[in-house]
């Protein structure tokens, strides 16, 4: 019985824990490697990457990789740097993610708490949005694009991954206001409340951890998408995504790897921002109405 | 006409009716309950009065204004809800103003009414707090205030104190009939518990099955129920129901039954009424009450019509304030409510005292009350 007690959940053997520790402990440096690379490189001199080592820290230390891919690489004809792109790529996302997250939380508003016949059928049509490959809506989005003449502009990005997102986000929405108790909406509607009185006052204060999920997953799908962008985005207006792609596969001159890994670093940030600052709900609204609490 | 009128109320659902022809009219300072097993169109009914529901076919009105179609924010009710849906954002002096503030009532004027009702239920303390940091009884009375700072004409109440635990479903139970006491509002209320039903009520409506099975005064319900359902449903524990065979003699109807060590047992029913006469030698089921079969001492001394039968005792169950007895009577096992220090012991022969004034025959095919 004594023996026994050694051998709790709690108290794992000392050997079976370092073990542990020390597997997670590798794995953690495999997976933090390509960060690792992409960052000391970011840091040398062009020369010290094409004279190999490319696990070394830098020799002589230095911004101006960053500075180049940020105010001067050469994107395309002009020598522009990301700088331009990057605003391209707000400007962009912020209107997309806000819009298909507030339509997509008045959908699944309006699905679970204001039931009419063929809701489910409706919702499931919705659905379909999630499994659509991108290649398939490439020529009839270019098409209803040309029609509404947004093409090549920022707004037609924002409409395309509006359209797209909705999907996903109604999907959260509903599931997450589907376990919202109904009797909270009659009480409101006793009150005297009305629709969008409901919706701003009573469900949308209460849907913070969903509302953070949706931002995540739209935000970070926006963010790196490269095919609408390059597709429906044509030179000025291009996002992030597209203007990394041009500094990295230009055919001309010499490879600046420092630059181009600077360049992808800085393309990253903003999805990697959005997960440390929100990342903490992100579970937590996966998980919201899994368990009674 | 009454102050709150149910006429022919019906629902479906598709072809499926629920809910068929209930008629109820409501005085005004009533304190009406709906009590039912779940499933039987209690909480249906009360949604259809809050606007919660439509009605299929027939009229609700309240203070003769017919409600059909009316918004529910319109028809000036309240309701407190089974979890009483207190909105988990706002602090609780949000949550009671929310609805003034909803129906367009100035800042100052909706708090004077926030403050006097947070007097009454004595939630002062408790108004910058959110819902969530407070007790279940805490939360019954914000989901009470909010519904007493509208002025309605009528509450609704659905099966409010269910989420509570035993002692404070006691406790909430007082506080409600002195708040009706006090306010001399207009109540309907919707529970699954009978002794909820018995307590509150000024009126009950016992409904199964989408029917209003018995409308009537807790005292009527408890002493002459309408028919076997409302029989057994009213009442813990419940009405002994015991198949006797009807022997009309010379002056005198008898219910005529049989115990397992005693032989048969004649029971005089206390008035010799035709309808009762019209079932001679036939079989009905006759209804007593636990507390109509006692001990002869502790028999009912004001009753003219004590009839005395020897059968043998099964099984003691004292519960502190009475002891129940088990006896077998006609087959079916019957239960007595004696007073705790009645002499009783299992395996005695016991001379049970059971006062007819109070035994209820049925018809076994109609399972209605024989008049």
């Given at each position: ?100 997250t507030v339509l997509g939380a008045l959908n699944g508003y309006v699905l679970t708490k204001w039931r009419f016949?063929?809701d ?50 109604t999907?959260?929405f509903r599931?997450y206001y589907a376990v919202f108790p109904t009797e909270l909406v009659r009480a409101a509607q006793i009150d005297g409340a009305g629709f969008f009185q409901i919706f701003w006052r009573i469900l949308l204060p209460s849907s913070g951890?969903i509302a ?82 | ?42 909480s249906?009914?009360l949604n259809m009065i809050a606007g919660l529901e439509d009605i299929?076919?027939?009229?609700i009105?309240i203070?003769?204004n017919?409600v059909n179609g009316v918004h529910p924010s319109k028809r000036n009710i309240a309701m407190v809800f089974q979890s009483y849906a207190l909105y988990p954002n706002m602090t609780v002096a949000q949550n009671i103003t929310f609805g003034l503030e909803m129906h367009g009532v100035p800042k100052a004027d909706r708090d004077t009414a926030m403050q006097e009702v947070a007097?009454?239920l004595?939630i002062?303390?408790l108004l910058s707090r959110k819902p969530g940091?407070l007790?279940?009884?805490?939360r019954q009375r914000v989901a009470m205030g909010r519904a007493l700072v509208r002025d309605p004409d009528v509450f609704l109440f659905d099966?409010p ?27 309907v ?183």
């Amino acid at each position: 019985m004594a023996q026994a007690t050694q051998d709790t959940a709690i108290r794992t053997g000392r050997v079976t824990r370092t073990l542990i520790y020390l597997v997670l402990l590798l794995f953690a440096l495999f997976y933090m490697l390509p960060l690792y690379v992409m960052v000391v490189n970011s840091l040398k001199p062009l020369d010290e990457i094409t004279g190999g080592g490319m696990m070394n820290l830098p020799e002589m230390w230095t911004l101006e990789p960053w500075r180049k891919a940020w105010s001067e690489a050469q994107i395309g004809v002009e020598p522009t740097g990301l700088k331009p792109y990057f605003w391209n790529s707000i400007q962009m996302v912020v209107p997309a993610v806000a819009l298909s997250t507030v339509l997509g939380a008045l959908n699944g508003y309006v699905l679970t708490k204001w039931r009419f016949k063929y809701d489910t059928i409706l919702f499931g049509l919705m659905l379909f949005a999630c499994f659509i490959p991108f290649q398939i809506v490439l020529i009839p989005m270019a098409r209803v694009l040309g029609v509404l003449g947004l093409a090549g502009s920022v707004w037609g990005l924002v409409l395309v991954h509006l359209v797209y997102g909705i999907g996903f986000t109604t999907l959260y929405f509903r599931n997450y206001y589907a376990v919202f108790p109904t009797e909270l909406v009659r009480a409101a509607q006793i009150d005297g409340a009305g629709f969008f009185q409901i919706f701003w006052r009573i469900l949308l204060p209460s849907s913070g951890p969903i509302a953070v999920v949706s931002v995540i997953w739209q935000f970070t799908n926006i963010w790196n998408d490269f095919l609408f962008g390059a597709s429906f985005a044509a030179g000025d207006g291009a996002p992030m995504t597209v203007a990394l792609n041009n500094l990295v596969q230009s055919s001309t001159g010499v490879k600046e790897y420092n630059v181009h890994f600077a360049g992808a670093i800085l393309a990253a940030t903003p999805t990697l921002l959005v997960y440390i600052v929100a990342g903490r709900y992100f579970v937590r609204g996966l998980m919201a109405g899994s368990v009674k609490g | 006409m009454g102050f709150l009128d149910i006429r022919n109320a019906t629902k479906s659902y598709g072809a499926v009716e629920v809910l068929h022809q209930v008629d109820i009219a409501v005085e005004e300072g009533e304190f009406l309950v709906l009590v039912g097993p779940s499933g039987c169109g209690k909480s249906t009914l009360l949604n259809m009065i809050a606007g919660l529901e439509d009605i299929t076919s027939g009229e609700i009105a309240i203070k003769g204004n017919v409600v059909n179609g009316v918004h529910p924010s319109k028809r000036n009710i309240a309701m407190v809800f089974q979890s009483y849906a207190l909105y988990p954002n706002m602090t609780v002096a949000q949550n009671i103003t929310f609805g003034l503030e909803m129906h367009g009532v100035p800042k100052a004027d909706r708090d004077t009414a926030m403050q006097e009702v947070a007097k009454l239920l004595q939630i002062e303390q408790l108004l910058s707090r959110k819902p969530g940091q407070l007790s279940g009884g805490q939360r019954q009375r914000v989901a009470m205030g909010r519904a007493l700072v509208r002025d309605p004409d009528v509450f609704l109440f659905d099966e409010p104190l269910s989420n509570l635990d035993a002692k404070l479903r006691v406790d909430m139970r007082t506080e409600i009939k002195k708040l009706h006491q006090k306010l001399g509002t207009t109540i309907v209320y919707v529970t699954h518990d009978q002794i909820e039903a018995m307590t509150l009520s000024t009126r009950i409506a016992v409904m199964n099955g989408g029917y209003v099975q018995q409308l009537g005064t807790p005292k009527e319900i408890y002493d002459n129920p309408a028919n076997l359902f409302v029989a057994s449903f009213m009442g813990s524990p419940s009405m002994n129901l015991v198949p006797v065979t009807v022997r009309a003699e010379a002056n005198a109807i008898y219910a005529v039954t049989t115990t397992e060590s005693n032989g048969e047992i004649k029971l005089a029913f206390p008035e010799p009424t035709p309808a009762l006469k019209a079932y001679d030698g036939q079989q009905i089921t006759l209804g007593i009450r636990p507390e109509a079969i006692t001990d002869p001492d502790g028999a009912d001394r004001k009753s003219t019509h004590v009839e005395t039968l020897r059968a043998q005792v099964e099984v003691t169950e004292p519960a502190g304030s009475d002891t129940f007895v088990t006896c077998h009577l006609g087959g079916t096992e019957c239960i007595a409510r004696m007073r705790a220090d009645a002499d009783v012991a299992p395996g005695q022969v016991f001379d049970f005292a059971v006062n007819m004034e109070k035994a209820v025959p049925f018809d076994p095919r109609s399972e209605n009350r024989i008049f």
